[in-house]
């Protein structure tokens, strides 16, 4: 019987040990609810800070702007139609009239600017396309995605350049080629390849750049839009424009587009400029998918689809940051409201 005993007081001092702990972890509940909120809240701001940070093309109107006196925005259009160089100048030609008027520069028509003047544009389409090279006395061959570009493409795209640098805006030879790391590393395992051939649909390219884009591992080489008999339809239009009343540059490039429809329209027109602020990213994933669904019928360059993944993971953190601060100040109401107030005697 004594053995009996024993056991039901062990059980009894058990119970009574698991519910004195239940109430004091009750009690405790919502100062470690607030450690763990904090500590959530700071992961969140620091994931969004280091995913801002991580976007090449963040700060390429802050840069351009340097030393003028007014701010510039950079504008992307990705055209879903046809979209070919008639449709560039045509474009060209109304945003310089644009910037003309803003300007107060009037000029005849004889002295239309052909290439922008106090701005700058750039344009590409790209495709898979098989190249070849003659290394080492072996010849080798591989398929890379081939982007061919035209006006002022580095401005909009900055790069790390391991080698040489890009096309230049004024080509004096359009048969020149600019590789991108693991496509230059598969053919020449080295970077010092300047002046290098390369086999690009039957015609010979000289290489003049060596480039890592930070965005993927593929295969990726650039070429002039001239130097090709068929590039296809221009997939890319970006702009930097002045912009003298906010807002005001989105809608030049929007009436600037031949045929643009607001109700319909057949081009995905971006701010870059300003893109990764809180309230750009909530607007372009609210409705959520709204903005996946529309854009499923677009061939976009790779900088967008990244830039589309990078949206998407900043909004979670914003989401993930917003819940955090909630229950932060739930919980500092619930732990204040517990904490007695000395009340003061009367003299």
């Given at each position: 019987?004594?053995?009996?005993?024993?056991?039901?007081d062990?059980?009894?001092g058990?119970i009574r040990?698991?519910?004195?702990?239940?109430?004091?972890?009750?009690?405790?509940?919502?100062?470690?609810i607030?450690?763990i909120?904090a500590?959530?809240?700071v992961?969140?701001?620091?994931n969004?800070v280091?995913?801002?940070?991580?976007?090449?093309?963040l700060?390429?109107?802050?840069?351009?702007?340097?030393?003028?006196?007014v701010?510039?925005?950079h504008?992307?259009?990705?055209?879903?139609?046809?979209?070919g160089r008639g449709?560039?100048?045509s474009?060209r030609k109304?945003?310089?009239?644009?910037?003309?008027t803003?300007?107060?520069i009037?000029?005849k028509?004889?002295d239309k600017?052909?290439d922008?003047?106090?701005?700058?544009?750039?344009?590409?389409?790209?495709?898979?396309?098989?190249?070849?090279?003659?290394?080492n006395?072996?010849?080798?061959d591989?398929e890379?995605?081939?982007y061919?570009?035209?006006?002022?493409f580095?401005?909009?795209?900055p790069?790390e350049?391991?080698?040489?640098?890009?096309?230049?805006?004024?080509?004096?030879?359009?048969?020149?080629?600019?590789?991108?790391?693991?496509?230059?590393?598969?053919?020449?395992?080295?970077?010092?390849?300047?002046?290098?051939?390369?086999?690009?649909?039957?015609?010979?390219?000289?290489?003049?750049?060596?480039?890592?884009?930070?965005?993927?591992?593929?295969?990726?080489?650039?070429v002039?839009?001239?130097?090709l008999?068929?590039p296809?339809?221009i997939?890319?239009?970006?702009?930097?424009?002045?912009?003298q009343i906010?807002?005001?540059a989105?809608?030049?490039?929007?009436?600037?587009?031949p045929?643009?429809?607001m109700?319909?329209?057949?081009?995905y027109?971006?701010?870059v400029?300003?893109?990764?602020?809180?309230?750009?990213?909530i607007?372009n994933?609210?409705?959520?998918?709204?903005?996946?669904a529309?854009?499923?019928?677009?061939?976009l360059?790779?900088?967008?689809m990244?830039?589309?993944?990078?949206?998407?993971?900043?909004?979670?953190?914003?989401?993930?940051t917003?819940?955090?601060?909630?229950?932060?100040?739930?919980?500092?109401?619930?732990l204040?409201?517990?904490?007695?107030?000395?009340?003061?005697?009367?003299?």
């Amino acid at each position: 019987m004594k053995i009996f005993k024993t056991i039901r007081d062990k059980i009894a001092g058990f119970i009574r040990a698991v519910k004195k702990g239940a109430v004091s972890f009750v009690k405790n509940a919502p100062a470690v609810i607030l450690v763990i909120a904090a500590a959530v809240t700071v992961t969140g701001v620091c994931n969004y800070v280091m995913l801002r940070r991580s976007r090449p093309e963040l700060r390429t109107s802050e840069v351009w702007s340097q030393g003028s006196d007014v701010s510039f925005r950079h504008v992307a259009v990705y055209p879903k139609k046809e979209f070919g160089r008639g449709d560039v100048d045509s474009v060209r030609k109304s945003l310089q009239g644009i910037v003309d008027t803003s300007a107060g520069i009037r000029r005849k028509k004889s002295d239309k600017a052909i290439d922008p003047e106090g701005w700058v544009d750039c344009y590409c389409a790209f495709a898979a396309a098989s190249l070849s090279v003659e290394h080492n006395g072996q010849d080798m061959d591989g398929e890379a995605d081939v982007y061919a570009v035209g006006g002022d493409f580095k401005a909009f795209h900055p790069m790390e350049f391991l080698a040489g640098g890009f096309l230049p805006v004024k080509a004096v030879d359009k048969y020149q080629i600019v590789l991108n790391d693991e496509l230059c590393w598969k053919f020449f395992s080295s970077y010092d390849v300047i002046g290098a051939k390369v086999t690009l649909l039957d015609k010979e390219y000289t290489v003049t750049g060596v480039v890592r884009e930070h965005d993927d591992l593929k295969f990726r080489a650039y070429v002039y839009y001239d130097s090709l008999n068929e590039p296809g339809s221009i997939r890319s239009y970006e702009a930097m424009i002045p912009e003298q009343i906010k807002g005001a540059a989105m809608m030049d490039v929007r009436n600037s587009l031949p045929g643009y429809d607001m109700s319909s329209p057949e081009h995905y027109v971006v701010s870059v400029t300003g893109r990764y602020g809180i309230g750009s990213v909530i607007d372009n994933m609210l409705p959520p998918g709204e903005t996946s669904a529309m854009l499923s019928d677009y061939d976009l360059p790779f900088w967008e689809m990244s830039a589309q993944k990078v949206t998407s993971e900043m909004f979670m953190w914003v989401v993930i940051t917003g819940v955090g601060c909630i229950i932060i100040l739930v919980t500092s109401i619930v732990l204040l409201r517990g904490i007695p107030v000395k009340k003061s005697g009367r003299i």
